[in-house]
């Protein structure tokens, strides 16, 4: 069963170790994500960007499948089902699908609309269980054709969304999507541990998980960053698994054009990417 992201991130943010979102795309990521969660013992959030639940035929195709795995497969671990940079429409088109947790990301508009319609979702969400994620400040790089210069969010702003009963907020420190680029100067820990001392206990999120050294992880969790989302890093992987089997001219050789073995690999390197990351943030071991 579905949980909201509440619970996880409360204790995540208390123990100092961050919860992975790793974004799914179809039934190999989904099982791989959901197999190496259960294996490792770790709570884990399923991110699906509108993009990716278009691809995969709505909402409600996504929760059916999703749902569907977690009883087939026996998953015990604390599992939320969470809408990434959701839009005011879709995040309330993932809540009626049955998601149980939605990201709106209103870092685009003014803040008093940010507030506004953060607001109404806050008490949508509370009546329901569910989790929800605000942001404030752009996320740089590009996620579904939105790019974003990747700004630090001003801290004040932070605390006003975050008093608006939000149970975790995504704030731009320097992060961005995809590969980050030669000359990026890094996150800005001046901004986290400023947003940090006026959110408090609340659960920070950073984005752009791909890529950030180790011990700048290490120091964003020392800071209150409690979610890390990773999308970029497996879809890497898959692809790299991928090419090296047909490269290799394994789907040439009897049965190897079958998608059960076609797709086999980049499975695997899903589920070891899933693992690192898991084992890197310090979630291992506490669902």
Not at 10 to 17: D, E, Q, S, V
Not at 56 to 80: D, R
Not at 95 to 124: C, Q, R, W
Not at 225 to 250: D, P
Request: overall charge negative.
């Amino acid at each position: 069963m579905l949980v909201s992201a509440k619970e996880m991130l409360t204790k995540a943010k208390a123990g100092k170790y961050a919860v992975g979102q790793f974004n799914i795309n179809n039934l190999e990521w989904t099982k791989a994500i959901l197999l190496t969660a259960e294996e490792l013992k770790s709570p884990v959030i399923l991110g699906v960007s509108e993009g990716a639940g278009k691809y995969m035929c709505g909402y409600t195709t996504v929760v059916g499948m999703v749902n569907g795995m977690i009883n087939e497969l026996g998953i015990t671990v604390p599992v939320a089902l969470h809408l990434d940079h959701g839009s005011y429409e879709g995040a309330k088109k993932c809540i009626e699908a049955g998601f149980s947790s939605v990201m709106f990301d209103g870092s685009h508009y003014p803040i008093e609309e940010n507030i506004e319609k953060t607001k109404e979702l806050v008490a949508i969400c509370e009546e329901k269980g569910l989790s929800l994620e605000a942001e404030v400040g752009s996320i740089g790089g590009e996620e579904d054709g939105v790019v974003g210069a990747g700004e630090c969010a001003d801290p004040n702003e932070c605390k006003m969304i975050a008093d608006l009963g939000v149970t975790m907020l995504a704030a731009g420190i320097g992060n961005i999507h995809g590969k980050y680029p030669a000359n990026w100067a890094g996150l800005s820990f001046e901004t986290l541990d400023a947003i940090q001392q006026l959110t408090g206990d609340m659960p920070l999120v950073l984005h752009g998980g791909t890529g950030i050294p180790a011990d700048m992880i290490a120091k964003a969790i020392s800071l209150g960053v409690s979610k890390i989302n990773v999308n970029t890093e497996c879809q890497l992987a898959f692809a790299a698994a991928t090419r090296e089997y047909i490269e290799a001219g394994k789907d040439l050789q009897g049965k190897g054009f079958d998608p059960r073995k076609l797709l086999a690999p980049g499975f695997e390197a899903i589920k070891a990417t899933v693992k690192e990351k898991m084992e890197l943030f310090g979630s291992v071991g506490k669902a």
